[in-house]
């Protein structure tokens, strides 16, 4: 079977650093990604890895182990707008189709 | 076009009715996804379209729900029958390719049945 897991909800402070995580279990595997979405709105794309490692790109950065069926997405110098939720995406290599896990809503708090 | 496009925006109708949603993808673009999302929750994967050919429709929930893509552009989903379950955003997506490029989304179409 496919699954992707992430926590649920998360509560950080602005200014502050926040590790999201996600696991996955998916009948192949061309690519992880994170998606933000704020509410009531579609979801933007953030960052996408397929090797194993490190990806920054500004506050964010996005990690990958492909042994371990593990991403995390880091947020760096919070700030009140990066209140939203956060999709791990990953694409599978049979059929080419990017299943999303149900998301992590992140408060973000003065 | 410069983005997905999706209409119509809103859609309220009664259980029981028909209704056709349609996405117009970034041009060029020759992967083409339908998700739905229902208040709160994540995105569930319906069906995707390699220009006009759909290789997995694993997530239609039901035969009431089909789609099509012609002359791979525009998409149309359509919900015969409609219940009350149905309601909820339907997302499209569109990338470069379906095993490369990440996913551009259209702004949703918001669908309620009474």
């Known amino acids: 079977g496919q699954n992707i897991d992430q926590p649920t909800e998360m509560t950080a402070t602005e200014g502050a650093i926040v590790q999201i995580n996600c696991t996955y279990q998916?009948?192949?595997?061309?690519?992880l990604f994170w998606y933000q979405q704020h509410a009531g709105e579609a979801p933007t794309f953030l960052s996408y890895?397929?090797?194993?490692g490190l990806e920054e790109k500004g506050r964010f950065s996005s990690f990958l182990s492909r042994s371990k069926g593990y991403s995390y997405l880091l947020l760096k110098e919070l700030q009140m707008k990066d209140s939203a939720s956060y999709l791990c995406a990953v694409r599978g290599n049979g059929g080419f189709k990017t299943i999303f896990g149900a998301g992590t809503r992140l408060f973000v708090k003065a | 076009g410069a983005g997905v496009s999706q209409s119509p925006s809103n859609k309220v109708t009664e259980k029981g009715k028909d209704v056709e949603l349609r996405c117009d993808p970034i041009?060029?673009?020759?992967?083409l996804y339908w998700y739905r999302q229902s208040l709160g929750q994540g995105l569930e994967f319906l069906i995707y379209?390699?220009?006009?050919?759909?290789?997995?429709k694993s997530g239609l929930p039901s035969d009431r729900f089909s789609a099509e893509r012609t002359g791979g552009s525009v998409s149309t989903l359509t919900i015969q029958r409609t219940q009350q379950e149905d309601s909820a955003v339907y997302l499209c997506?569109?990338?470069?390719?379906?095993?490369?490029?990440?996913?551009?989304f259209g702004e949703g179409s918001r669908l309620t049945v009474l």
């Open positions: 998916t009948s192949g595997f061309n690519g």
């Open positions: 890895n397929v090797l194993d």
């Open positions: 041009s060029g673009h020759t992967a």
């Open positions: 997506a569109s990338s470069l390719e379906a095993h490369t490029g990440e996913l551009f």
């Open positions: 379209f390699q220009g006009n050919s759909a290789p997995d």
